[in-house]
């Protein structure tokens, strides 16, 4: 399938190349849409300037090619597929991450207007009065509903969006992985330093501290698929 191509270590390997040697000497990847840097690692995607199908995607002078692959930020990579009004089949990113290190940040300055995304904080605020991460346990049950039902709609590609963007944790790689399977997602991983995360906790609960020190003890990398 497609999205295998996008987790395999052929794939991964010649990605690692290509930011290595187009690195700027200020020290950035420069987007080769718009010229500006790119500033987080997670942000920089691998375009393929022949667009990659099920029919073309195992051709590796297509989808292996460095000449036909340019590094775009993510919201440019969107704009070159409307502009040139090729829209592939309905994408998915699963969009994970620590607590506190920005992956709702990220979706914001990435997802178009008409973008389905899924994150349990925003359900937790849209169906309460409380401020967001305040979490009260007597509506847990509702929120999960409404989590399960809107991932649903994304595994069944039900609506008219073009790009669903799963908002999680998901430091365990089983987790992540049974979700890319059965949503045909794309990994982003927003990584940063536990230090980073912690500095971002001064607004919420104490008990964040917490969650990030559990979500670093428990993470676990994503291995690369050795084919596709």
Request: one cysteine or more.
């Amino acid at each position: 399938m497609l999205h295998d191509f996008y987790n395999s270590k052929p794939w991964i390997d010649l990605l690692s190349i290509l930011k290595s040697e187009r690195i700027q000497p200020d020290g950035y990847i420069h987007c080769e849409h718009c010229g500006k840097p790119i500033i987080h690692k997670y942000d920089c995607i691998g375009h393929h300037t022949i667009p990659l199908t099920a029919q073309n995607y195992r051709d590796v002078t297509i989808s292996l090619s460095p000449e036909l692959i340019i590094l775009v930020h993510h919201k440019c990579h969107n704009k070159i597929h409307n502009r040139f009004g090729f829209m592939p089949a309905k994408k998915v990113y699963l969009v994970y991450g620590a607590p506190c290190s920005g992956k709702t940040t990220f979706v914001r300055e990435n997802a178009e207007l008409n973008d389905l995304v899924v994150d349990l904080d925003s359900i937790w605020q849209a169906i309460s009065i409380n401020d967001r991460y305040i979490k009260p346990n007597e509506l847990k049950q509702n929120v999960f509903a409404i989590r399960d039902t809107l991932i649903d709609q994304v595994k069944t590609r039900y609506g008219r969006w073009q790009r669903a963007w799963v908002i999680g944790g998901y430091p365990r790689q089983m987790d992540r992985q049974r979700i890319v399977n059965s949503l045909g997602a794309e990994e982003i991983f927003i990584e940063q330093t536990k230090d980073f995360c912690l500095s971002n906790i001064n607004e919420k609960n104490p008990e964040w501290k917490q969650y990030i020190e559990t979500w670093f003890d428990s993470y676990q990398p994503t291995p690369p698929l050795l084919d596709y």
